[in-house]
């Protein structure tokens, strides 16, 4: 590879680098805006949650259906459900609880192809704004190369 070359890569590893941070900023707005979306933890620090009472209670009921036999009204989607050893096996014996509980969607009413218009309008927002490209050089400005 020709010295010439390296500033292709140089360019592609500081938009990755770029795309990096714009995912982390956007994600952190994302978590301020729906910290827990459903409410059954408050988080105590980044590696720790703390289980708050409605989910405790949500958990002993259903442990008291168990207790009591009546395990048609345990199963909900997305929390709780009574797997059977038929089922285990066949799962291979793994017992990841999204193997057998489920994810619960939260399905809106917005077809595809309104959600892509709306996706379509932001692209082309920040295409124009040319964020990126000024993104780009202050990277390169502050490396002390100017472009």
């Known amino acids: ?11 592609g590893l500081i938009f990755l680098r770029y ?41 002993v009921e259903k442990f008291r259906l168990f207790e009591n036999g009546e395990l048609d009204r345990i199963n909900e ?18 017992l990841t609880p999204g193997r057998y509980v489920g994810v619960k969607l939260d399905l809106d009413d917005e077809s595809f192809d309104e959600k892509m218009k709306v996706y379509s309008e932001e692209l082309s927002k920040l295409l124009k704004e040319e964020v990126l490209t000024r993104k780009v050089k202050e990277v390169l400005d502050s490396l002390g190369y100017r472009v």
């Open 19 to 59: 795309l990096s941070y714009a995912f982390y900023e956007r994600r952190e707005e994302l978590k301020k805006l729906f910290p827990d979306e459903k409410g059954l933890y408050t988080p105590v620090s980044r590696r720790q949650n703390e289980m708050r009472d409605e989910h405790i209670a949500r958990i």
């Open 77 to 94: 989607v997305g929390f709780a459900k009574v797997a059977t050893i038929e089922e285990i096996a066949k799962n291979g014996y793994v």
């Open 1 to 11: 590879m020709e010295v010439h070359q390296y500033k292709y890569i140089i360019l």
